[in-house]
T-cell receptor, first 111, second 113 residues
Framework: RKEVEQDPGPFNVPEGATVAFNCTYSNSASQSFFWYRQDCRKEPKLLMS???SGNEDGRFTAQLNRASQYISLLIRDSKLSDSATYLC????????????FGGGTRVLVKP | DAMVIQNPRYQVTQFGKPVTLSCSQTLNHNVMYWYQQKSSQAPKLLFHYYDKDFNNEADTPDNFQSRRPNTSFCFLDIRSPGLGDAAMYLCATSAPGQTYEQYFGPGTRLTVT
């Protein structure tokens, strides 16, 4: 079993629609959780951290479910510019701030 | 603006010819990382420096080496590149004890001919 698993997609989303996807992690001792966004042939960029109480940043909402060991990302009112790969990233408590990356979920927003 | 810079952005090298990729940061973060990312795959951690302490991942080939002469700079040396080493190489930094976030440079895309 992979340490961080994501549905690779692609999720084909009509512009203006809502899309949500999850990520599961294997280590119950994981401490920090993030969603990064990566555009084609670009570097990953931090989209948002995921807090225990859930958090929202504009059209993006992240949730953490420690009991079931998954995090989720919801995008409302999808824009064409939201098309990207979304990487689920987990700090599993390893020394040196090592992060474990999921394989990414590809989202394609279409007119 | 504080940032992570990688040079060059694109590098072409010949099979077996040593190559060095560089990374610099103005964030004053004490941890620096090198990742390899191949197409449609997640970034794979090669090694990281916690200050001057070098930490190699168990499955990183000996062909890959790194140097960190000071806080700001970190280098990735590929001693004898093979065709399978063609990838995007990403440098990242973080400041432990804060939020554990990592900040990535734009990457160097390596082509091996």
């Amino acid at each position: 079993r992979k340490e961080v698993e994501q549905d690779p997609g692609p999720f084909n989303v009509p512009e203006g629609a809502t899309v949500a996807f999850n990520c599961t992690y294997s280590n119950s001792a994981s401490q920090s959780f993030f969603w990064y966004r990566q555009d084609c042939r670009k570097e990953p960029k931090l989209l948002m951290s995921v807090y225990s109480s859930g958090n929202e940043d504009g059209r993006f909402t992240a949730q953490l479910n420690r009991a079931s060991q998954y995090i989720s990302l919801l995008i409302r009112d999808s824009k064409l510019s939201d098309s990207a790969t979304y990487l689920c990233v987990v700090n599993m408590g390893a020394a040196g701030n090592k992060l474990t990356f999921g394989g990414g979920t590809r989202v394609l927003v279409k007119p | 603006d504080a940032m992570v810079i990688q040079n060059p952005r694109y590098q072409v090298t010949q099979f077996g010819k040593p190559v060095t990729l560089s990374c610099s940061q103005t964030l004053n973060h004490n941890v620096m990382y090198w990742y390899q990312q191949k197409s449609s795959q997640a970034p794979k951690l090669l090694f990281h420096y916690y200050d001057k302490d070098f930490n190699n991942e168990a499955d990183t080939p000996d062909n890959f080496q790194s140097r960190r002469p000071n806080t700001s700079f970190c280098f990735l040396d590929i001693r004898s590149p093979g065709l399978g080493d063609a990838a995007m190489y990403l440098c990242a930094t973080s400041a432990p004890g804060q939020t554990y976030e990592q900040y990535f440079g734009p990457g160097t895309r390596l082509t091996v001919t």
